[in-house]
């Protein structure tokens, strides 16, 4: 039973347009969300993060939405750079109490092209 | 900053033999993570420790595997005896104490079993 799910595998999007992320959860005690990204032969870099208390966290092109009525999160980047092709994974956290435990998502390759 | 280190990078070898993989997580961090990254299930949590000490272990495939961390700045998992079906990618990640912490990723171990 998947709780956290992308449901998109890949995404492909023209150099300076919008690339939207998504990610859908079913766990109502996950209060913490993070997306990561991650490179071939790397491992997964932080990225950014939102809290169930907000519905928005912005820093600097990458945008994440947090629609908790829908159990839905989104990551927007913008404008999308070739450097952004990686895969992206969103996680979820039911916070400190459960020891700030991460469940992932299967991911999904962004490819931005020039 | 030094990051999570890991190692080594890369390890093959036959089945049955023992494998260890070790962890160097960030100073300061108290909360250590070992993750398993396969095509079929994605990343899993395999074992977490707060403050060297192992809180959950549930993801823990088998007995063969094993994990410890002897002290704040160092942890290994090992598996004894090692079965083709190991063969994966092996992150460790560390964060630190208090509330929505996200965690910080090595760039793992390719685990390759033969």
């Not at chain 1, 709780?3 to 347009?17: D, H």
């Not at chain 1, 932080?46 to 908790?68: A, P, Q, W």
Request: glycine share 8%.
């Amino acid at each position: 039973d998947q709780q956290v799910k992308q449901n998109s595998p890949s995404l492909s999007v023209q150099e300076g347009r919008i690339s939207i992320l998504n990610c859908d959860y079913t766990n109502s005690m996950f209060d913490y969300f993070l997306w990561y990204k991650k490179y071939p032969a790397e491992g997964p870099t932080f990225l950014i993060s939102i809290s169930s208390i907000k519905d928005k966290n912005e820093d600097g092109r990458f945008t994440v939405f947090l629609n908790k009525s829908a159990k839905h999160l989104s990551l927007h980047i913008v404008p999308s750079q070739p450097g952004d092709s990686a895969v992206y994974f969103c996680a979820a956290s039911e916070g400190f109490n459960a020891g700030n435990m991460l469940t992932f998502g299967g991911g999904t390759r962004l490819m931005v092209k020039p | 900053d030094a990051g999570v280190i890991q190692s080594p990078r890369h390890e093959v070898t036959e089945m049955g033999q023992e494998v260890t993989l070790r962890c160097k997580p960030i100073s300061g961090h108290n909360s250590l993570f070992w993750y398993r990254q396969t095509m079929m299930r994605g990343l899993e949590l395999l074992i977490y420790f707060n403050n060297n000490v192992p809180i959950d272990d549930s993801g823990m495939p088998e007995d063969r595997f094993s994990a410890k961390m002897p002290n704040a700045s160092f942890s290994t998992l090992k598996i004894q005896p090692s079965e083709p079906r190991d063969s994966a990618v092996y992150f460790c990640a560390s964060s630190m104490g208090g509330g929505n912490q996200p965690q910080h990723f090595g760039d793992g171990t390719r685990l390759s079993i033969l």
